[in-house]
């Protein structure tokens, strides 16, 4: 699951061209699109950032990623319960509104262009441990990293969180779940290391991160 908490706190700042048959409960949500990886939707430009990023990560099409364009009702959605800019559902999570299938749904409609692209790639990288054994392993390492003052950070970011409704989880699968993803994510698609709120990752944070970015060309 994604959540606002993925995408900013006060440290970081942030932050087969064959048709598929349409999920039958996407085609039903009114307002909405629903987008795969191989048919033309109204949504051309969550079309075209698929088809970018799948250009630079060939293996990542074969996931069966597939994008619910909820944007034309926006972040007020009533599935938005973390109140993100989109969110990552795993086929087996029991709120899915696309039960089986890893699905993305986009609620803000202000994340357009490069930034849809980068989110959308971002979003993507919850579903790697399950299809990539090495990036799994790595990302268990990777866990292993935390220091103090990030882990000060994220037990004060998922307090605020907490105080503020939005979250619900025990702190472990808070940071399991979301957090820890959005440490992988935030280098990988540098979300987190370019601006003037950059998280201080460490060196040997850093060799790992790109050990798990190679994975994803492998």
Avoid: C
């Avoid at 790639?121 to 103090?148: Q, S, V, W």
């Avoid at 820890?180 to 935030?186: E, M, S, T, V, W």
């Amino acid at each position: 699951m994604t959540s606002r908490a993925d995408y900013g706190d006060a440290l970081a700042n942030v932050l087969a061209t064959q048709p598929r048959k349409t999920s039958p409960l996407a085609a039903s949500l009114a307002g909405t699109n629903y987008t795969t990886t191989g048919r033309k939707t109204p949504s051309s430009d969550v079309e075209r950032s698929l088809q970018n990023i799948y250009k630079e990560y060939p293996n990542l099409q074969a996931w069966g990623m597939e994008v619910l364009d909820s944007r034309a009702i926006g972040r007020d959605h009533p599935r938005n319960v973390g109140g993100g800019y989109l969110e990552f559902y795993h086929p087996e999570e029991s709120r899915s509104p696309n039960p089986g299938v890893p699905t993305i749904e986009l609620f803000d409609p202000e994340v357009t262009g490069a930034t849809l692209q980068n989110y959308l790639f971002g979003d993507m990288l919850h579903y790697a441990p399950d299809k990539i054994p090495e990036f799994a392993k790595l990302r268990g390492e990777f866990r292993e990293t935390i220091t103090e003052e990030q882990d000060k950070v994220n037990r004060g970011a998922y307090k605020r969180y907490v105080d503020e409704g939005i979250e619900n989880r025990d702190y472990d699968e808070w940071f399991d779940r979301s957090r820890l993803d959005a440490f992988i994510r935030g280098y990988i698609t540098e979300q987190w290391t370019k601006g003037e709120d950059q998280m201080p990752y460490s060196d040997e944070q850093v060799r790992l991160l790109e050990k798990m970015k190679e994975t994803l060309k492998k």
